[in-house]
């Protein structure tokens, strides 16, 4: 699998990968067990990842890492879109979201942004793409995934901040596109400096 290690803040580690040979799953793990293995110093024999119970619908289930019997204390996000997957690497209890989208995204995806955005209807399919995956990593973020309504998520004028309005907390957003993959990371910026 080609992989792409991408510049996160100080904390987190990302790998984008794509492989049309391997599926999501396959993707996902691989590249969790890469980012543990480059933390840890560890082979990738030695990891071990288990999947969370699928809650209900619009959950993302959660990744964990084990090495031996002890549960490692990571958060382990990924998101997936065609032959690509990205994987982010955090300390334990630092709200994590990330989106991935092909740069050439199709008239059946920019409809769907359309519907949701919260942009003006003359931007361009570049600025759609962007807004999207911004939406789409906070959502992730904040945790409730699908249960969010994309509509509800709010982005600061520049898209560096976003947040849901129901709760005291925003996220950094962070451009880390590369090699035709538009991939945005959400993480915790701590909550609210004054109400909006």
Known sequence: METTRLS???GIDTLLG?????SEHERRHFL?????????????????????EPGPFGYQTHLFAMVGDDELPFVIKAAS?????????????????????????TERDLSEIRRHSH???????DE????WTRVAAVREADGRGARV???HVRLDPVSSTGWVPDRRIHYRL???SRDGWTVTLAYSAGPFASER
């Open 81 to 105: 879109r065609g032959d690509a997957t990205v994987v982010g690497l955090a300390d334990l209890g630092v709200p994590l979201g990330l989106d991935v989208r092909s740069s050439r995204v």
């Open 18 to 22: 794509v492989d049309a040979g391997r």
């Open 128 to 131: 759609l793409t962007q807004h």
């Open 8 to 10: 996160a803040p100080d």
């Open 149 to 151: 309504q994309p509509e």
């Open 174 to 176: 962070v451009d880390l």
């Open 119 to 125: 942009l003006l209807p003359e931007a361009d399919d």
């Open 32 to 52: 969790a067990r890469e980012l543990i293995a480059m933390r840890l110093e560890a082979a990738h024999r030695d990891i071990r990842l288990r999947r969370e």
